[in-house]
Each structure stands twice: as C-alpha cells, then as structure tokens.
C-alpha cells in the first residue's frame, strides 16, 4: 500500500523554523516527483513547493521563496521542508504528495501554527 | 500566475441527483487540469487527471469533462460519500494553482 506520513509540525514563533518530514512506502519512492501542498484553517489548498527524483530540480511558489527549501533522501524514503522565518500566513496544515502533476497520494497532513 | 474559479461555490443536493460543477481558467490550460475531493479533516483524494481521465478505484459515477479554459466534474448520481469539497487544480503554467473549491452538501 502507497503510504505517505508526515511529522514535524507544531506550534512556533514568527521568525522561527521547523522542519517538516515525510516517510514515503509502498512505491519507489527515488522514481517520483514529489510535492508539499498546504491548507490554512477553513480555507483552500496552494501548492507550496515540488522536487525532481533526483533533487536535481526545485520549484517554489513565491510567497516562500527563499525561506523554505524543499529536499529529499531517497536511500530513507523521506522528504522534507526546512521552513524558516515563519510567518502567521504560514500557519496551514501541510500535505507531502507524490508526484509533479497529477499528485497521488497525499499524505494526512501535519498542522504548522504560527503565533507568538 | 493563472487563475482557477469554481461555480458554484457550494451545492445543496439529494443523494441521487446529478451534480456538475464548473471550474474556468484564466486562460488556457490545455488538458492540464486535475480534481480532488476532500472530506472535512481528510487529506484530498484525486479523483479526474487530464481533464477527463479516471483515477484507477474512482466510481464510475465521478466524470470530468472540457478543455482550455472550461471544465465540468459530474457526479452523475450523487451517494451519501460524495459530500465533501472538490477542487480543481491546473499544471499547465507555474506554479500550479488551486481553485477555490466546491462544497457539496445535504439538502
């Protein structure tokens, strides 16, 4: 069975960091694509960031470029998101998803807040 | 960045019914366009990938149509299991954006 599990999340400061992991199984998981979408409370889903099966390839969406960076240990299966200088608006649930386009499946989400 | 809208915004059926909803772009998007439907607390599920194509274990009852700038998800006869919010998502221009979702609920 594909399975995707995120951790890291957690309540934190604005201006501070974390980092957020995702265990990959059930699939070869260095053949994929692979992408984090997150949900602020109530609203709706904006991708966040994808990387290549490599990590030859990183793509970000505007709002937190140069603050995030997305990457991936393929001999563990994992992907991660190293988030710094956090901001309220970043507060979200976060999903990992495999693949570039479409992405399938998602992982269940691990909820980051940010407040003081 | 190319701009997804959804009508309606929500929808209130009857388990039964027929339901579509609409999803346009900015501008065009080819067949690049994907659905999700997500149910309150649960991660998205994809359910129609190139605008029209079935995800493997998807009920036959979910349909997606259009290409360009329009598209239709049908859940041609609606179970107790399709309420929930559906979004449509583009990949045709970075970054992929998101519309802003459906909600379908009970009447």
């Known amino acids: 069975e594909v399975q995707l599990v995120e951790s890291g999340g957690g309540l934190v400061q604005p201006g501070g960091s974390l980092r957020l992991s995702c265990a990959a199984s059930?699939?070869?998981?260095?053949?994929?694509?692979m992408s984090w979408v997150r949900q602020a409370p109530g609203k709706g889903l904006e991708w966040v960031a994808n990387?290549?099966?490599?990590?030859?390839?990183?793509y970000y969406v505007d709002s937190v470029k140069g603050r995030f960076t997305i990457s991936r240990d393929n001999a563990k299966n994992s992907l991660y998101l190293q988030m710094n200088s956090l901001r309220a608006e970043d507060t979200a649930v976060y999903y990992c998803?495999?693949?570039?386009?479409?992405?399938?499946?998602w992982g269940q989400g691990t909820l980051v807040t940010v407040s003081s | 960045d190319i701009q997804m809208t959804q009508s309606p915004s929500s929808v209130s059926a009857s388990v039964g019914d027929r339901v579509t909803i609409t999803c346009r772009a900015s501008?065009?998007?080819?067949?690049?366009l994907a659905w999700y439907q997500q149910k309150p607390g649960k991660a998205p599920k994809l359910l129609i990938y190139?605008?029209?194509s079935l995800q493997s274990g998807v009920p036959s009852r979910f349909s997606g149509s259009g290409s360009g700038t329009d598209f239709t998800l049908t859940i041609s006869s609606l179970q107790p299991e399709d309420f929930a919010t559906y979004y449509c998502?583009?990949?045709?221009?970075?970054?992929?954006?998101f519309g802003p979702g459906t909600k379908v609920d009970i009447k």
């Open positions: 501008q065009g998007i080819s067949s690049w």
């Open positions: 998803a495999r693949g570039n386009f479409p992405l399938d499946p």
């Open positions: 998502q583009q990949a045709n221009s970075f970054p992929p954006t």
């Open positions: 990387i290549k099966q490599d990590g030859s390839e990183k």
């Open positions: 190139a605008a029209s």
């Open positions: 059930g699939f070869t998981f260095s053949s994929y694509w």
